[in-house]
């Protein structure tokens, strides 16, 4: 079972660099001797800060009331001797208490704010934790799990195995994995809360309660190490600004000796026939669209370097092509139709691009549609799957 | 068992969960109040909303109740904690027998957790006390955790604490 948090012995670090103090991991002493070491070493950290000191819990797991008082204390106590000296707490809204028990501190010293550091992280948020998102996530799933039921086997997927899906999104995936290959167990962790909200309805709906839907940051799991046989990341190492981030931890929630799955597109390599120049056009300025958000949907082909040097070995690649032609062309052209709504609709508007830039973007789109729809058409959305093992 | 039976006015909570161990077998090791809020956290949560999320917040105020009886309990008899569930609500029952004048400190310090100036004890708690008494502690379940806290006078020398924790409501 252990729907696990981190259990490691704790971390409180200073790093001068960044003038950050950072706590990780459970903090549960018995007395305050038993954390005089790191007690110290935040008196120091204060000593050698300017400015502002940042203090970092996004990672502390737990923390007793003892060590909350105990550093408290220290920081409460500076604030009173040194008048040159914010303090920036910064917590996560992933782990509940940190944010309820730091605030406190704002409200005794003016010179101390507690910020929650996930409310706004990465520049593509906005856009793909809103609801009107839902329907390109529906969409694309429906199309991409004929092929890669059949892929999945070839990295690592198999009956019985621990299985995590990073950035899972409204969890229709671990809906059919669960369906085709039964995991033991299946834990679906993402940020975006209407998705998981969505997520959490389907599986009602269907009568399944035993894949865990968790809200998190990928960049920053509570998941403990070395968990899970297979852990997939699907579309999204393209979507969060650090692909290398979350790839690193990935690894670390990953066993030894098993898989990181992955898949992401090269989405200027998009094509169609007919009107394949409008088409290219398009996908060429999605993906500079998707670049000025800090977004690479160019990452597919890389995925093979990103594995690597993350340190996986036995890495393998494909890619498969969905086209019009894998079942009824109408669901490929739905696709075609949520990613116009959002990409034109939304993020050429917020990008500030002209109604005739918006509007040649748009016919790209719809030439795409208008190729998977007619009768001699052919329409395709390439995407690469990628898998790496984890040493032993 | 008809309807009637199965919803009483007040909401029934079901039982999920005991432990009950040796009070010297508890003391013998501070890391007992660690791996047992870990522990039962983990087993009571995975058919919340959030399995993951409500462990972790659920621990936290667990392990804190642990770790005020582990200081302030006596070493002869049993500690027993059980925990129910009633819709979004756990309830955690403890009893652990605690010296005689420690029971008036009970007293006061759960009725303490209702009163209005409750958070401003915490503050000043914070920003004066060198560590934190029990009653901090008992006020940190009530404001960070939303707590509601009684106490059930047991035969001595046992107390029970019993706190309700909306933690579903919060965390999801
Ligand atoms: C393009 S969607 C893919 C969703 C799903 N894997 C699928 O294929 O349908 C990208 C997802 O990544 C999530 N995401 C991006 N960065 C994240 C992060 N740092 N932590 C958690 N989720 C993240 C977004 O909320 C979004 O649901």
Not at chain 2, 13 to 18: I, K, N, S
Not at chain 2, 151 to 171: A, K, M, Q
Request: charged share 25%; aromatic share 10%; with cysteine.
């Amino acid at each position: 079972m252990s729907t696990a948090i981190l259990s490691a012995p704790f971390q409180a670090e200073f790093d001068a660099n960044s003038q950050e103090f950072a706590f990780a991991g459970v903090i549960r002493p018995r007395s305050v001797d038993e954390i005089a070491h790191s007690i110290s070493a935040l008196r120091h950290a204060i000593e050698q800060a300017r400015g502002v000191l940042y203090i970092n819990v996004k990672r502390l797991a737990q923390m007793n009331n003892t060590a909350f008082h105990a550093f408290s204390r220290v920081v409460l106590d500076a604030c009173r001797t040194r008048s040159d000296i914010r303090f920036v707490v910064v917590t996560s809204s992933v782990v509940g208490w940190t944010e309820r028990m730091f605030r406190h501190l704002g409200k005794i010293e003016p010179q101390i704010t507690v910020e929650v550091y996930d409310s706004k992280f990465y520049p593509g948020q906005s856009f793909v934790e809103d609801t009107s998102f839902i329907p390109i996530l529906r969409t694309q799933t429906k199309m991409t799990w004929r092929h890669e039921r059949t892929i999945l086997p070839r990295h690592g997927m198999r009956a019985g195995i621990h299985m995590a899906d990073i950035c899972c999104g409204i969890g229709d995936f671990a809906v059919l994995v669960r369906k085709e290959f039964q995991p033991a167990r299946i834990v679906a962790l993402d940020h975006s809360k209407a998705s998981l909200a969505y997520a959490r309805d389907v599986a009602a709906n269907f009568g399944i309660s035993d894949i865990e839907y968790t809200y998190g940051d990928a960049s920053e799991m509570l998941l403990e190490d070395n968990q899970f046989d297979l852990v997939t990341c699907r579309h999204s190492l393209q979507i969060f600004n650090q692909p290398d981030l979350l790839l690193k931890e990935l690894y670390r929630i990953c066993k030894p000796g098993g898989r990181v799955y992955i898949t992401n597109e090269k989405n200027s390599h998009c094509l169609g026939e007919p009107r394949s120049q409008s088409i290219q056009w398009t996908y060429n300025e999605v993906a500079k669209l998707f670049g000025h958000f800090e977004m690479d949907v160019e990452l597919g082909p890389k995925s093979r370097r990103y594995l690597a040097d993350a340190g996986f070995n036995d890495i393998r690649v494909e890619s498969f092509m969905v086209t019009n032609l894998d079942g009824d062309p109408q669901d490929f052209a739905d696709v075609i139709t949520a990613w116009e709504n959002v990409y034109a609709g939304e993020m050429a508007v917020k990008r500030g691009d002209p109604p005739e830039f918006i509007e040649r973007f748009r016919q790209g789109f719809r030439d795409h549609i208008f190729a998977a729809l007619h009768p001699k058409g052919y329409a395709g959305w390439p995407i690469w799957a990628a898998s790496g093992r984890k040493p032993l | 068992m008809n309807a009637a039976q199965r919803q009483p006015a007040e909401g029934k909570f079901e039982p999920l969960l005991q432990f009950e161990m040796e009070m010297g077998t508890f003391l013998s090791d501070w890391h007992h109040c660690d791996q047992l809020s870990t522990y039962m956290a983990r087993m009571i949560s995975h058919n919340r909303t959030d399995p993951v999320r409500h462990s972790n917040f659920f621990s936290s105020a667990l392990n804190e109740l642990l770790e005020v009886s582990f200081r302030g309990g006596s070493p002869e008899g049993r500690i027993g904690c059980a925990l129910y569930r009633q819709g979004p609500r756990e309830r955690v029952k403890l009893s652990f027998p605690c010296p005689p004048g420690q029971r008036q400190f009970f007293r006061e310090a759960v009725a303490r957790t209702r009163k209005n100036d409750a958070y401003a004890r915490y503050l000043d708690a914070i920003s004066t006390d060198l560590a934190p008494s029990r009653e901090v502690i008992l006020l940190d379940l009530a404001i960070n955790f939303d707590a509601e806290i009684r106490l059930e006078e047991d035969e001595p020398p046992s107390i029970t604490i019993i706190v309700d924790l909306p933690l579903e409501g919060i965390v999801s």
